[in-house]
């Protein structure tokens, strides 16, 4: 049996060394993942936004942007991350996202503890969710990753460190592993 995506993405993130996750929003950029060697590939919200709009990441995205997405991933044989942004709403929205992300075929998905609207992940000024909400979005990650029956990394980013506290992003990160996140964020910006 052939080895799953979200496996293969497992096996390349416990290997040793620096694996570059280059983003990108367009297909024609393939070249350029080859060139430097990417061994995974991020479809970033904030690529896709500048491309299609020219507009920062500042919560104007769905779900249904990313889905170009799925044309990058029948095109290429590397691992494709998604961004899951906060994940479009509440902990039903939430639960859609990853069952999307799963089906349209990325590895991967990040998803962070920000407002909506969101704020870009590299700008000042980025607010959180209170912590039962933020853990409600996680958990209800990993409970549409089992309900799928179907494997994708779940990697939860919190930006609290930036809004508010080390401490309080050290504590997120802490229970986001515990319900059951497989990579955990901690923006340092």
Same mark, same amino acid.
């Given at each position: 049996?052939?080895?799953?995506?979200?496996?293969?993405?497992?096996?390349?993130?416990?290997?040793?060394?620096?694996?570059?996750?280059?983003?990108?929003?367009?297909?024609?950029?393939?070249?350029?993942?080859?060139?430097?060697?990417?061994?995974?590939?991020?479809?970033?919200?904030?690529?896709?936004?500048?491309?299609?709009?020219?507009?920062?990441?500042?919560?104007?995205?769905?779900?249904?942007?990313?889905?170009?997405?799925?044309?990058?991933?029948?095109?290429?044989?590397?691992?494709?991350?998604?961004?899951?942004?906060?994940?479009?709403?509440?902990?039903?929205?939430?639960?859609?996202?990853?069952?999307?992300?799963?089906l349209a075929g990325f590895v991967g998905?990040?998803?962070?503890?920000?407002?909506?609207?969101?704020?870009?992940?590299? %700008?000042?000024? @980025?607010?959180? #969710?209170?912590?039962? &909400?933020?853990?409600? $979005?996680?958990? !209800?990650?990993? =409970?549409?990753?089992?309900?799928?029956?179907?494997?994708?990394?779940?990697?939860?980013? %919190?930006?609290? @460190?930036?809004? #508010?506290?080390?401490? &309080?992003?050290?504590? $997120?990160?802490? !229970?986001?592993? =515990?319900?059951?996140?497989?990579?955990?964020?901690?923006?340092?910006?």
């Open positions: 049996m052939a080895e799953s995506p979200a496996k293969a993405l497992r096996r390349i993130l416990d290997s040793p060394g620096v694996h570059w996750a280059l983003p990108v929003s367009v297909l024609s950029m393939r070249s350029l993942w080859k060139e430097l060697d990417s061994t995974t590939v991020l479809l970033a919200g904030f690529s896709i936004l500048a491309a299609r709009l020219g507009l920062p990441d500042v919560g104007l995205i769905s779900f249904g942007e990313m889905d170009q997405g799925r044309r990058i991933i029948q095109a290429v044989s590397i691992p494709i991350i998604a961004d899951g942004d906060n994940g479009y709403g509440n902990a039903m929205s939430v639960k859609r996202t990853i069952r999307d992300a799963i998905i990040f998803l962070e503890d920000q407002v909506s609207p969101k704020a870009c992940g590299h %700008t000042h000024g @980025r607010k959180v #969710v209170p912590r039962v &909400e933020a853990m409600m $979005r996680i958990k !209800a990650t990993i =409970d549409a990753r089992k309900e799928s029956g179907l494997d994708i990394v779940i990697i939860a980013r %919190t930006d609290f @460190r930036q809004a #508010v506290s080390f401490d &309080e992003s050290l504590w $997120r990160s802490q !229970a986001f592993a =515990d319900i059951g996140a497989d990579i955990l964020l901690h923006p340092s910006h």
